[in-house]
C-alpha cells in the first residue's frame, strides 16, 4: 500500500495530536540477544509501487527509525543484519457513549390525583464514528528471515497543519522505541533508576 501524504499527515497529528495520548506497546521475541545486531537496512517493498522514488513522509519515517537505532548503535547497511519495515493503515470505528440524561418535566395523568408534574431520569446514547490510525515497525533477523520485535503506536486521528509532521513522526517513533529492548543511551540510567 502506497502511503500518501494525507494519511501520514492525518495519522501522525493525530497520534501526537490526540487529547490522549496513542496506545504503544511491542512484541518481542524471547531468547534474543539484541546486542548482537550491528547493522540494519530498510525493506526494499517501502517504495510506491511502480514508482522509483519514496514520499517525502516515508522519508520522515526512515530518518526517525534510522535515528532511534543509530542511537543505540546500530548503523544503516545495503545488507543489514536486521531488516526494518514499518506500515500505516487506518481503520473506521463506530463508538458508542451512554450518559446519565434528566428531562426537564413532564405532566403525567394519575387517575383520581389529576395531572401531576415531575422530573424524568435515564440515559442518553450517543454514537459517533472516527478514524484510528495505526504505524506498525518490525525488525526482522536478516540471517533467519524471522520477525524478532514489532513497535505499534495507536490512536484516533484529529486534522492537524502538516507543517510540523516532521516533528510528529519523530515523536511517535521515538514513542514506540521507548519499548524496544535496547533503551537510548541517555536514557538507561532513567530507565535502570525506576
Not at 490526540?18 to 517504495?47: A, M, N, R, W
Not at 506498525?136 to 484529529?158: H, P, S, T, Y
Request: with cysteine.
Amino acid at each position: 500500500m502506497r502511503i500518501t501524504q494525507g494519511l501520514v499527515c492525518l495519522l501522525f497529528a493525530g497520534l501526537v495530536g490526540c487529547s490522549s495520548s496513542p496506545k504503544i506497546h511491542s512484541v518481542t521475541e524471547k531468547g534474543v540477544d539484541f546486542q548482537k545486531y550491528q547493522t540494519f537496512s530498510f525493506l526494499e517493498s517501502l517504495e510506491p509501487q511502480g514508482q522509483g522514488y519514496s514520499s517525502i513522509e516515508e522519508k520522515y519515517l526512515r530518518a526517525a527509525i534510522a535515528e532511534q537505532l543509530n542511537a543505540r548503535g546500530l548503523d544503516e547497511s545495503k545488507s543489514g543484519e536486521l531488516l526494518v519495515g514499518f506500515k500505516v493503515s487506518t481503520k473506521e470505528k463506530v463508538e458508542s457513549r451512554a450518559t446519565p440524561s434528566m428531562s426537564a418535566g413532564y405532566y403525567s395523568y394519575r387517575g383520581r390525583a389529576g395531572y401531576s408534574y415531575g422530573m424524568g431520569f435515564g440515559t442518553e446514547t450517543r454514537i459517533s464514528q472516527y478514524t484510528e490510525g495505526t504505524l506498525n515497525i518490525d525488525l526482522v533477523d536478516a540471517a533467519q528471515k524471522q520477525l524478532i520485535w514489532e513497535g505499534v503506536a495507536i490512536g484516533r486521528l484529529k486534522n492537524k497543519p502538516p507543517e510540523d509532521i516532521e516533528a510528529e513522526v519523530t515523536s511517535v517513533v521515538a514513542a514506540i522505541f521507548d519499548e524496544y529492548p535496547i533503551p537510548r543511551p541517555e536514557l538507561e540510567g532513567v530507565v535502570e533508576g525506576q
